[in-house]
């Protein structure tokens, strides 16, 4: 499968723990981005990048979560002290150009017990 | 604000029958506008977007600017159309980021 890849699928986490989470784009897709879809609500935009840069973070990503795309490849999407309003999937895409087709990964499950 | 509303969450229609997945809009500029599908234990991905006017496994879809809408429809549905409808709207921001709506879960039965 050469489309985007999100690593791990499932993760299950006690509260107050950090996680992180990796999306691996697909090649020379210079913009990714994260988002994040609770049950029964569309996806939510939380931040994205061009190349290494993280040029827009949205009011949903509070001081606790930090997202890196070094050298403008994979990033990744730290959680510090996991809540458990931050069980959620959290999807990454990415895309070739601004207002083109985003390819989206098959997500991660957070599930904050 | 930045909104796409698609007020149905579940629409049920039988195999054949006429479809039509509703989507509004609230943007001041000129938005691009897109549906995104989710087949069953598949990731989302595009099925059409308005600035290329296509039609896509039979769907359309056209931007109303004046009703701020972008309605999805199909005249005959078939079984394998059952997913995840998601409208979603990318601002002229150049950012490429996506508002979207909160699905609509289309059920063809047989």
């Known amino acids: 499968d050469t489309g985007v890849s999100q690593n791990p699928r499932h993760k299950i986490t006690k509260r107050g723990q950090n996680v992180t989470f990796r999306c691996d784009p697909i090649s020379e897709h210079n913009r990714l981005y994260w988002y994040r879809q609770t049950l029964g609500q569309g996806p939510e935009f939380l931040t994205y990048f061009q190349n290494e840069a993280q040029l827009e973070k949205s009011r949903l990503l509070s001081d606790r979560f930090s997202a890196e795309r070094p050298k403008g490849s994979f990033s990744t999407l730290e959680i510090q002290r996991t809540e458990q309003g931050d069980s959620a999937m959290y999807l990454c895409?990415?895309?070739?150009?601004?207002?083109?087709?985003?390819?989206f990964g098959q997500g991660t499950r957070l599930t904050v017990v | 604000a930045q909104r796409v509303t698609q007020p149905e969450k579940l629409l049920s229609v039988f195999k054949g029958a006429p479809v039509e997945l509703k989507c509004n809009y609230s943007?001041?500029?000129?938005?691009?506008l897109f549906w995104y599908v989710q087949y069953s234990r598949q990731r989302l991905q595009l099925l059409l977007r308005h600035i290329s006017r296509e039609s896509i496994k039979g769907f359309t879809a056209d931007l109303n600017k004046g009703e701020t809408s972008f309605h999805l429809k199909k005249p005959f549905a078939q079984e394998e159309d059952s997913a995840m409808y998601y409208c979603?709207?990318?601002?002229?921001?150049?950012?490429?980021?996506?508002?979207f709506g909160q699905g609509t879960t289309l059920q063809v039965k047989p």
């Open positions: 895409a990415s895309s070739p150009f601004a207002n083109t087709e985003a390819f």
């Open positions: 943007y001041s500029g000129s938005p691009e």
């Open positions: 979603a709207l990318s601002g002229s921001s150049n950012t490429g980021k996506l508002i």
